[in-house]
Every structure is written in structure tokens, then in C-alpha cells.
């Protein structure tokens, strides 16, 4: 199954123009986690990202664990809100990508082979919170309108794993994703029409196609010892501001790595920013 890693540059230099593009340790060990236990267990993944992406991994060495590297997105994420839609980078490269396909953060590992069968599978559903998924009432768009029977009762999908099995519907999906965030109003509720346009048209529009779906964990379980998959999420922050566990962190990738992929650690050996304090 060919999955897919993204990583756009947009959101950064729309805060920081002048700024020099970087990811830490503990997101470049997880990058690479990720794409090997996928390439170990599931098939290959690709990288989709822009110029200074590619530039970026070039720079620190780990293009290699991805099976390819392609710098297909736009600067400027063709023109959508980078700020607003800090995510929005996944929806244009999931539209260029064949399905069926995994879409998988780079936050994400799975540790394990899937039998994923021919369903839509998401990482997990998420609660209609109405402070990060309010009524549609509150959302100011230009020109574009809601298709009917949508329900909006449906809970929405968490995406940080996404398994599309049919390429007519992710074309359907990414296709009103993206008229949805080129519609919005500028302003400072990001967090909403973000998870609106990714995690919750998602659902809606697959029940309204009569599309079934599954989910990997079980939201009510969902901080519960597994083995399965691991997913930093909130962690990452965590991580930034406790720098002995960013250290642990590392310590705990670098000796999966090498039990793991032993082939690899040559290459990753010879990767600085791994070894910066």
C-alpha cells in the first residue's frame, strides 16, 4: 500500500519571511520512524512537499527513508490562507496522489502490518466539541455552498492516519476541502475551519455517499497502553519544553533504529542535527 508523508514550508515563512526553515530532533526521529516501520510493514511512502522542504531534507540526509521525495506543492499552497490553513498543504497533496492510498502524519507510526481491506479507515473519530467544531452558522465563506444531505451530527475523523481506498471520493473530498478553505474569511478562529475542512467534511461526505468507514483506535480508549501505533499529537510541545524528555525521547528512536534497521544506521550515523545538544 504507497503511503504518504507531506510537509510544506508555507505556514513558516508566512510568520517568519526572513526566518531559516528547521525542524528539531524529535520531529525529524519521528519523520523517520514513521517512513521506515511503513516501508518495513506496509508497503512504500513518498514525501510531498515544496522547494524548501526538499531542500530542507536534502540538508539534514534522511531523503533516502522515503521511498521518493517529490516537491510538488506550491510555495504559497496556490494561494490558500498558509496561516489559516496550516494543514491545508495535506488536502492539495492527497488530490495528487493516487488512491488507494494512506495519508500519514509524520507524528504517526505504525508499528505492524494492516489488513485495511477496501473501507475508508481514519486514526480515530473525535467528539463534536462546539469549541472546535461549531455550529456551520458561525463560518464566513465566499462563494461556496454546503452539498446537500451532508449530516452534521456525524462525528468527525481524526486524519492523522487516513486510508482512502477509492480515488473518485478522495477526489470528492479534497476537491470541497479545498473550495471550503479558498471560501473562508480571514480571521482568527484557524483552529475551526481547519479540523472543519480535514476531520469533519470528511465523514459527512462519505455517509452521504453511502461510504462505510472504520477507525484504528477506539476514541474511548484512545490514551490506553497499545502496541500498535504511536502518535506524539500533544507530546511534541511537551517535548519543546522539557528538553530531558526530547532527550529520552531521541534515546528511545535511535535504539529502535538500530534494532530495527540496522542497514540504516550508517545513514543516520552520519545525520548532525541528531547529535546537536
Known sequence: MNALHIFSS????????????????????CTVLSALTWRKHNGDIYMYTDPEGERLFEKIGI????????????????GIDPIMFWAGAKLLALKNFPAPCVMLDTDFIVWEKLDLGDRLTAAHEEELNPDIYPDISRFVLNGY?????????????NTAFLYLPDEDFKLYYTSQAEMFMRSAQRCDDYLTYMVFAEQRLLPMLAKKCGIEYN???????????????THLWGAKQAMRDDKRQAERFCEKCRSRIRS???????LIDSIELFYQK
Open 215 to 229: 477507525v484504528l483506535l477506539d476514541n474511548n480508549t484512545l490514551f490506553f497502553p497499545q502496541q500498535k501505533f
Open 10 to 29: 508555507a505556514p513558516f515563512f508566512a510568520k517568519e519571511p526572513e526566518g531559516k526553515l528547521s525542524i528539531d530532533k524529535t520531529e525529524a526521529y
Open 63 to 78: 531523503t533516502d527513508v522515503w521511498n521518493g521525495v517529490r516537491a510538488i506543492l506550491s510555495p504559497d499552497l496556490d
Open 145 to 157: 455552498s454546503f452539498p446537500e444531505g451532508l449530516d452534521f451530527t456525524v462525528k468527525p475523523l
Open 260 to 266: 530495527d534497521f540496522p542497514d540504516m544506521l550508517k
